[in-house]
């Protein structure tokens, strides 16, 4: 059992960039909006979030700013898909590509610089829990928030006015509309709160896992959330056991590789994304035989409120 | 409404209309398919913006600029296709858009106002249910519920009983009555005579977007009514002549199939069509008929049962196969099964005979050849489009049927499966349409009606099968001489042979 604290530690940590991720699409498609910028949107999360902690000397600014990033990126996107109605699959794939060259551009100065990074808070008693314990309860705050967030959206979706709406947006427009529930207003909030989140994901991985700036340093990342949500199933409560598989394969290839195996590294490093495969392999394979529902059902697609369908 | 005009990009749906409406009255609006009912009403819910006029609202002028507004003012809407969200639970769909409840839903509240409602009006609905899981008249229920939740003082009907069985209708005409004796005020669309003549004080009449007249009920007789509703008098009463059936052309046998969800959605169904013969299919929507007709042309998977074509067993063959074989589909849903909206009128029209001479030589398209059987189809079936060049999604209803028509009935097929075939058609074209579909029962085709019109069903049908919830109810050799009710009954779930048991034994 001791043994594998070290690993599931480092799963925990190395799943949250993803958890965080993959809240925050959640909550994007819940409404309808398919956003794919997630790998630029960690970029410039990460990228903003080191430089605004570095250079202000605090990390939490850092967070701040990366949220406020990834809001405004949330925000173009939205201008795009749901004012302009356009394609939200082309415009996502914009925003990766400007995420991944911008944050290269900007992040040109920072490299090597590293910063101290956020304090360990051992959560009283609960982090004296055998094993457990040391797993999930001894880290810094930003790793708690993706709890926080967990429980928060769990609640949030099932019982409460806004959560209820953002759902009926999501799954019939028209119908939402016709009920005097504004498509629109919907829609710009969640994709910018949605893209926010994201992008403190990506503040997480250079502000508290690495505390330093590497260009590309989400390496697939965002991928990986945008396949995860599927497997989730939009439920946030899945997203955890997602988010930390994906960390624990991560996790296990990095210590086989310090151990010094005779597996040649390219091959460990591939683990991550042969899994983003297989699970929607299987996920596809599920979804022809009808098993898994929960996809927001007017996910992608533009309203038109005078537009017959 | 004062003056009130819509148009939409090429078509005036309304054109300077007045309406009316007083407290504790119902009032009818009622016209033809695309006579501009649904959009006049739309424009009093608030959404679609009128290109000219004004409502007023007790002496007071509006200005909706979403449902948002229309609902505050006291305005509620059933539309046509009931605007729920299937994958929430009923009252969750409930409180939609109800801006003065809490943010954090109080659940039980909510469920008991639902049930105190639903008690009063006689509006039976289970508040937990999933929407999706409900038939269509709960879902009406529920629709009404959601309006009557936000204390609507107007309620707009459009076309509430074209999906109810008799029974459900009249139940629902109850309801109506009891909320305008508490003073509510009703609009109540409809193209139905005979229930605008039975529940109405008033009628509004429109034709062609244009006010014919608003007249007492009382004051008018049915006749005029329908004179009004569709200028000259067109006869729709269609001649049938008796035709000894043939040998069975299209069967299936212990047919079960799964809906999109994944639960049965056909079980156990045996039925037969033969040569020179129409079988109707009755039943409420959603009670399996979709999945029965995909069944039978290959385009989804039987679960258990046999699928048989003119004696050939073609369980789960490819649709191609069923092509081949001439069994014709003409599906409910024009624009996405039947036709490719972005492409062009010749295009659509060989969709099913591109790889066959004498369109396809050696692997390419003869254009030619594609036009002159396009324009063929265009005149024979008097499809009215600018050019064979047109992208259908420019045409409207009625000529995207005639086209489809037009591409399906001209391959001599032995089976015809239509469904909804004159589903928002007007008068003229609806009566087009099933004359074409006799014309193929006099060839000899086979023919499979789906639809939701009773009335089309009795004076189309040799034989009439009734589906409730994917199950046979019962087979009627001579629809037309039974009676409404019975038929009704059985949409409803009883099955034929105990309603002529009980009849038996009284
Ligand atoms: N959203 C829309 N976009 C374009 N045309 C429309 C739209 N809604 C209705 N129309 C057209 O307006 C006319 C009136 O339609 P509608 O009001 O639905 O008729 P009704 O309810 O009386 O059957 C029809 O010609 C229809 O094709
Ligand atoms: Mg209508």
Redesign the interface.
Known sequence: MEILVPILTAAVRSGTPILYATLGEILTEKVGVLNLGLEGIMLLGACSGFSVAYFTGNAWLGVGAAFLVGAVMGLLHAILSVTFKGNQVVSGLAITMFGTGASSLLGRTMVGFTIPGLPKVPVPYLSDIPVLGKVLFDHDLLLYGSYVLVLFFCWFYSSTRPGLYLRAVGDNPRAADAMGISVDKNRYLYTMVGAGIVAVGGAYLSVSYTKMWAELMSSGRGWIAVALVIFSIWNPARAVLGAYLFGGVEAFQLRLQAAGTTIPAPILMMLPYVMTIAVLFVIAIRQGKGIIFGAPAALGTPFYREERD | MERITKR?AGVTANWAVDFDLRAGEVHALLGENGAGKSTLMNVL?G???PDGGRILLSGREQAFS???DA??AGIG?V?QH???????TVW?NM?????D?????P?KDVRRRILDLSDRYGLAVDPDAKVWQLSVGEQQRVAIL?MLFRSARVLILDEPTAVLTPQEARQLFDTIGQMTAEGYGVVFISHKLDEVMAFSQRVTVLRKGRLVATVATEATTKERLAEMMVGEKVVLEIDRPAMAPGRTILECRDLRV?G???FPAIRDLSLSVREHEVLGIAGVAGNGQQELCEALVGLRTADRGRVIVDGEDLTNASPRTFIRKKVHYIPADRKGTGLVANMDVKENSILKRYSARPVSKGGFIDWKEVASFARTVVSRFGVNAPSTETPVRNLSGGNLQKLMLGRELSDSPKAVLAMHPTWGLDVAATKFVREQLLAQRERGAAVLLVSEDLDELLSMSDRLAVLCKGELMGVLDAPDRTPVETIGLMMAGTPLAEIEGAEVSA
């Open positions: 939409f819910y959404l679609y913006q979403s449902p948002r609902r505050a809407m539309h009931f605007m729920l969200i299937p994958s929430q969750e409180i939609l858009g109800h801006e409840l809490p943010s954090i839903l659940k959601q799964l999109d969800r994944g």
